[in-house]
């Protein structure tokens, strides 16, 4: 019987003995009925319209965290009513010391840490996922997907609703309209929707305050929702948004050289989005010629003595609408692959316990991740390609979920095709289990290989920092002509009470599997964790909570050869001034580089290093206007360029300054130092400075700079002679007006400038001036 039938069977097993649950939400946890009535409001803060005489009351009462179900410390009214298209929340916060309350103008979804009143929303009623939107004392807004499933929470999502507030003599309040068309629910039944209310009341700790209990013994926190119930006859009217937009472009590079030309292109591209909600479950989302510019640059990053292939996140809109549709164990879908599409289609629907989702999209590149197991790289063909990926999940109750995921890849000559089956049952609040199996076929045009070559022989660049920069790992897991084929399979067990946990996960993937939509950036090796922890939750002390933990993990290639073997121990505090600390020791046993870099052998093709190293973490707010952490590391570290064991130091501080309520500085740097047994091999500097001031709560104007400075001993590198110094430095100025998330205008300028060993000075050699501006028609 083949893997895949094995999970199968099991699924058929395991759907025989569950029995099936209407809601997850519990009515005895909170219960409320919310009355429908007629007539607009203004969302202005002020509640002064007859409605709220008629709208349900309730308060927030429970505190969550740090203490635990404990009487709340401050009284928090609430609000709440329907009409046919919106549901409307009024929330009274009372503060004993309203000087005191924290709260800033920002950019949305980036006041954690602010005070925050909001709702939770599950509303299907069935624990995979929750609407999360909060507000603070000067109405901006923050909105996530909280995915049970995963166990992830991401606020790339961002939906069009309303919000007002005011800050008065005994606290703050807030007005919050919720549109119906930003929310997926199925109108054909009874609305039933879990929900809990939620007040963050940051002092000297940060205080969760609910509406709900919260058990800690239950590992799964959507199936402690209350129940909102009575809305009715509801209605997303035509559920049509259409979103024109235009950016207009001017870019000019030129090479790092002297007396380089510039090279300048002037650029309109017009764009159509297109979002409609066929039924209050189903969405259908559509864009031609879209602008998936990135206005903020992301945050800097220090490659160096890296084998692995950076991540960044997405954030282009019509790619995290619904995304969490798509989602796995396993990052099979990461959309930053899909680089300029001339168009785009996104299909997500949910069905009673059956969910859908489709995307479909060209893309001007085919760019990809060759992984391997010890280094992976991004790689390009140079030719268009056709993008698909399509999910399908089953959810039975609460406790039961199966799903299959599908995803191409296809240009002329190329090709990606992945299946994959999925399973998550929790058949007690404390135990959890996860698996899933994966196959792929893929083909690479004739001749692949050598376009990752440096030189015309594929001998190594001497001008790399690492050592393997030509013939390397993603030349020979590219040099097929013929399909090739491979699968990837994940078996998880996690236990998890009050203060016990426990977790073993064994995972595998063949030599030839691919997932080029998706960041699978390690193939060819399978690896075994298993790990726990304990955790106090002391009282009347300086900490609330106290947790110790620790896993141990090995990892061998597809043939049997050893590639890694680690165990870490770690202590956590959280404490007073909002404060988190963590220290940790690691010991692990791990290869270096291949001495014969044509050759995929581990044994006696590598050697094998003994690290131990120790870090250091912590953060706090020590007052309402500042944030500080710091990262440190120190131990040994593999010097992958040279195949040594040298000493590794990290020291990565950061700061967030709101200098006033409207003006924010953010600041982070990294040093980072190697040392061999002949001198200091290099040293490396990185600083991300960022400057924010919100005029009001749409306008602003942020000035960001990420400079990175490397210097190196080329004399200790035995394989090659990379430069002595480089540096790098990206600057941004950048005004922006948001009326809400798809109706927007920014105006920029950013640069980026370079120096190595033959321009010993900072060069600019790229400069670009933007325009950008989208309207959401809302029908």
């Known amino acids: 019987m083949n893997k895949a039938t094995q999970l199968a069977s099991s699924v058929v097993f395991l759907i025989s003995c569950h029995s099936l649950h ?402 998550k049952y929790q058949p007690t609040e404390q135990d959890t289990f996860i698996g899933q199996y994966v196959i792929s076929d893929t083909q690479y045009p004739l001749g692949f290989s050598q376009t990752l070559c440096s030189s015309d022989d594929c001998l190594p660049d001497i001008d790399c920092d690492l050592s393997d920069c030509g013939i390397n790992e993603r030349v020979l897991r590219t040099n097929s002509t013929d399909s090739i084929r491979g699968d990837m399979y994940l078996a998880k067990y996690e236990h998890e009470t009050r203060n016990w946990n426990a977790i073993a996960q064994y995972q595998s993937v063949a030599e030839d599997f691919r997932a080029d939509l998706g960041f699978i950036e390690k193939v060819d090796f399978s690896k075994f964790v298993a790990g726990g922890g304990y955790t106090w939750y002391p009282e009347n002390s300086g900490f609330s909570k106290i947790r110790l933990s620790g896993d141990w993990d090995i990892s061998h290639n597809q043939a049997g050869e050893k590639l890694e073997q680690e165990a870490e121990a770690k202590l956590a505090f959280d404490g007073l001034l909002q404060s988190y600390t963590a220290f940790g020791v690691v010991n692990r046993q791990r290869v270096g580089r291949r001495h014969d870099s044509a050759n995929l052998a581990v044994e006696n093709n590598t050697q094998m290093f003994d690290e131990t190293m120790g870090w250091f973490y912590a953060n706090m707010k020590p007052t309402r206007t500042l944030f500080v952490e710091l990262d440190v590391n120190y131990g040994d570290s593999i010097d992958f360029a040279n195949d040594q064991l040298g000493t590794k130091f990290l020291l990565n501080p950061g700061v967030r300054w709101n200098v006033t309520d409207s003006v924010k500085l953010n600041v982070s740097h990294v040093y980072r130092t190697m040392d061999v047994d002949d001198g200091r091999l290099f040293t490396a500097n990185l600083s991300d400075v960022r400057l924010s001031w919100y005029i009001d709560i749409h306008n602003f104007i942020r000035v960001s700079s990420v400079y990175t400075h490397i210097e190196r001993d080329p004399s200790l590198y035995l394989f090659g002679s990379p430069n002595k110094e480089q540096q790098n430095l990206g600057n941004e100025i950048l005004y922006g007006y948001k009326l809400n998330p798809q109706s927007v205008f920014y105006l920029g300028y950013s640069d980026g400038l370079k120096s190595n060993d033959s321009i010993d000075s900072l060069m600019k050699t790229e400069e670009t001036y933007f325009m950008k501006m989208s309207y959401a028609w809302i029908l």
């Open 22 to 423: 209407a809601y997850a939400g519990q009515e005895n946890q909170f219960n409320i009925e919310i009355p429908t009535l007629s007539g607009s409001i203004k969302v202005d803060g002020n509640f002064d319209e007859p409605q709220w005489k008629n709208a349900a009351t309730t308060e927030i009462t429970i505190e969550t965290s740090p203490g635990e179900n404990i009487t709340a410390p401050v009284r928090t009214e609430v609000k709440l009513y329907s009409t046919d298209t919106s549901l409307f929340l009024a929330f009274t916060a009372y503060d004993p010391t309203p000087s005191q309350i924290r709260a800033n103008l920002s950019d949305r979804d980036s006041v954690w840490g602010d005070d925050l009143v909001g709702i939770k929303l599950d509303t299907f009623n069935d624990a995979r996922l929750a609407y999360q939107f909060f507000v603070n004392a000067y109405g901006v807004q923050m909105d996530s997907i909280e995915n049970e499933l995963t166990g992830s929470e991401s606020d790339a999502w961002d939906g069009i609703w309303y919000t007002a507030a005011q800050r008065t003599e005994t606290g703050y309040q807030v007005e919050i309209e919720l549109p119906y068309r930003v929310l997926n629910f199925d109108n054909s039944a009874e609305q039933k929707w879990g929900v809990e209310l939620v007040r963050f009341y940051p002092r000297n700790e940060q205080h969760r305050l609910s509406s709900n209990q919260i058990d800690r013994n239950n590992s799964c926190q959507l199936c402690q929702f209350g129940v909102m119930s009575g809305m009715s006859n509801l209605e997303q009217g035509n559920d049509l948004q259409i979103t024109p937009s235009v950016v207009f472009n001017r870019n000019s590079q030129r090479p790092l050289a002297l007396d380089s030309d510039w090279d300048s292109e002037n650029d309109i591209e017009p764009s159509l989005d297109i979002r409609w909600g066929i039924t209050p479950s189903t969405l259908l989302s559509a864009t031609i010629n879209p602008d998936f510019s990135q206005v903020e640059a992301d945050a800097g990053q220090l490659d160096i003595n890296n084998t692995f292939a950076l991540f960044y996140p997405e954030k282009r809109a019509f790619f995290l609408d619904n995304k969490d549709y798509f989602d796995t164990q396993l990052n099979l879908l990461h959309t930053r692959n899909i680089l300029s599409p001339d168009y785009g289609i996104k299909l997500t629907s949910k069905v009673g316990d059956h969910t859908f989702a489709t995307l479909a999209t060209n893309d001007t590149h085919t760019n990809f991740l060759v992984p391997g197991n010890l280094s992976s790289d991004i790689a390009s063909i140079d030719e268009k390609s056709q993008n698909f990926a399509g999910r399908y999940r089953y959810d039975i109750g609460k406790e039961l979920s199966m799903g299959a995921l599908v995803t191409a890849k296809t240009s002329d000559d190329y090709h990606n095709y992945v299946t994959s089956v999925d399973v």
